[in-house]
T-cell receptor, first 108, second 117 residues
């Protein structure tokens, strides 16, 4: 089975940095995704990590430690449009298991 | 601009009625996924197809749900009979499976919001 833990909510101000942590326990593992989902919309792909370390992509970075079952998503220079839910999703073969999501609210 | 499309976007029906949701995956993609999202359960995988073959439907209530891919451009999810507890947003996603190390990113459609009264 899968057990995925991430905070329910986070609030930050425009221009700040926020780090969303995710811990997981899975029966098999071959990569971890982060998806962004705005209210009433579909999830959209943000990042993918299969090896340990940091992947940087513009204002967003994602880190993975396979031995610790741990990942984080770092959002820098926050903008109002970053207010959304962020879903951690470890993969086992073809199957993604989604966490409940972290709702990030960006305040002016 | 390649996108996954889903119809209908919204569906309101009465308990006991049949519901059919349709999905057109991105051209060239060889995997299709059906998900259900509710506030309580989050995103759950219902069914998985690869090269049109159903490989995993363990997440679906078998007595009332069925998923098919009549051809490479159409995937369907049917509920018969529908029940109020089926009310949710149903997402279809497609991807290109290139091996275990590849990201094999899934691209989500806009979803069908189903309300069963």
């Amino acid at each position: 089975g899968q057990n995925i833990d991430q905070p329910t909510e986070m609030t930050a101000t425009e221009g700040a940095i926020v780090q969303i942590n995710c811990t997981y326990q899975t029966s098999g593992f071959n990569g971890l995704f982060w998806y962004q989902q705005h209210a009433g919309e579909a999830p959209t792909f943000l990042s993918y990590n299969v090896l340990d370390g940091l992947e940087e992509k513009g204002r967003f970075s994602s880190f993975l430690s396979r031995s610790k079952g741990y990942s984080y998503l770092l959002l820098k220079e926050l903008q109002m449009k970053d207010s959304a839910s962020y879903l951690c999703a470890p993969r086992n073969d073809y199957k993604l298991s989604f966490g409940a999501g972290t709702t990030v609210t960006v305040r002016a | 601009d390649a996108r996954v499309t889903q119809t209908p976007r919204d569906k309101v029906t009465e308990m006991g009625q049949e519901v059919t949701m349709r999905c057109q995956p991105i051209l060239g993609h060889n995997t299709v996924f059906w998900y259900r999202q509710t506030m309580m359960q989050g995103l759950e995988l219902l069914a998985y197809f690869r090269n049109r073959a159903p490989l995993d439907d363990s997440g679906m209530p078998k007595d009332r749900f069925s998923a098919e891919m009549p051809d490479a451009t159409l995937a369907t999810l049917k509920i018969q009979p529908s029940e109020p507890r089926d009310s949710a947003v149903y997402f279809c996603a497609s991807g290109l499976s290139l091996g275990a190390i590849s990201s094999n990113e899934q691209f989500f459609g806009p979803g069908t919001r189903l309300t069963v009264l």
